[in-house]
């Protein structure tokens, strides 16, 4: 079948002269927010990633993802204690940080309200808990090329919390996992870098976060329609996946994206040529 699309190809290559323009169908733009915070517990002191990034959907084949256009105003309500912050986008580049120092803390509902083009985006969420790591560490097994470079990972599940877990490797190589088998027990895992993915010698960050089930089956959908690819999931979000995020003024304009809260435990590993 290969051989036959490619001379296919050459005979409309040569055969053809004059140019045929495709139309590819364009879609409505939307309103992106990717509001994925993470609160790194194990740093001294503890550390968080609040940024709020606005970006609009563009039509198929389009590689870059457009900033907003127009104004926006971004604030998260502390529902628990009656708290406004502030968010502004201090570099005209749609991303939201708040005015001042922020770190979202366990048993408090956060809800995020983004104004828009007369339109009011609105979701709510509450930080997740994670374990920690119990080690990292390279390993020396490899898979079916024998090029892959495996990092070994361990930590201790909670047995009193229902735990969801994705794990980013850098480069945007993420697992999730669940601990529906290993409730409350040691669990450890191998995950391998491709030989196109990682070149050595390099240092990588790998987070262990925290997630909702919701959460988790929403980026399971993501990966699997967008890919991981260098941009990240949320660059390429499909326009029929619905976040958790509603437009409470126009049902019908609806955005895409998500609203979640994490806690993060962070490891830094040196990966090295191995003999």
Do not use: W
Not at 25 to 43: C, G, M, T, W
Not at 55 to 61: C, F, L, P, Q
Not at 105 to 118: G, K, P, W
Request: with cysteine; glycine share 4%.
């Amino acid at each position: 079948m290969k051989n036959i699309i490619i001379l296919l190809s050459l005979f409309m290559f040569f055969s053809c002269e004059d140019v045929i323009d495709i139309e590819v169908p364009s879609s409505e733009s939307k309103l992106i927010i990717d509001a994925i915070f993470e609160v790194y517990h194990n740093q001294t002191p503890i550390t968080a990633n609040t940024v709020v990034r606005l970006r609009e959907s563009t039509d198929y084949y389009d590689e870059e993802i457009p900033v907003i256009t127009n104004p926006a105003t971004v604030l998260l309500k502390d529902l628990t204690n009656d708290v406004d912050i502030i968010f502004e986008d201090n570099n005209s580049d749609g991303n939201f940080v708040p005015v001042n120092p922020f770190i979202p803390i366990e048993n408090v509902d956060y809800e995020l309200n983004v104004f828009y083009n007369e339109d009011l985006y609105q979701s709510q969420s509450k930080l997740v808990t994670t374990s920690e790591f119990s080690d990292v560490y390279q390993g020396n097994n490899t898979l079916f090329t024998g090029e892959e470079v495996e990092v070994n990972v361990s930590f201790i599940d909670d047995i009193n919390i229902e735990n969801y877990y994705l794990f980013d490797f850098s480069n945007n190589l993420f697992v999730p996992i669940e601990d529906r088998f290993f409730n409350g027990s040691t669990y450890n895992f191998s995950f391998f870098y491709q030989q196109d993915e990682i070149e050595l010698p390099t240092d990588v960050i790998i987070k262990m976060s925290g997630v909702t089930k919701e959460y988790l089956t929403y980026f399971n959908v993501l990966i699997s329609q967008s890919g991981q690819q260098a941009g990240g999931p949320f660059e390429t979000i499909p326009s029929s996946l619905l976040g958790n995020i509603i437009n409470t003024t126009n049902n019908e304009n609806f955005p895409l994206g998500y609203f979640h809260i994490s806690e993060t435990d962070t490891y830094n590993l040196s990966l090295i040529e191995l003999d």
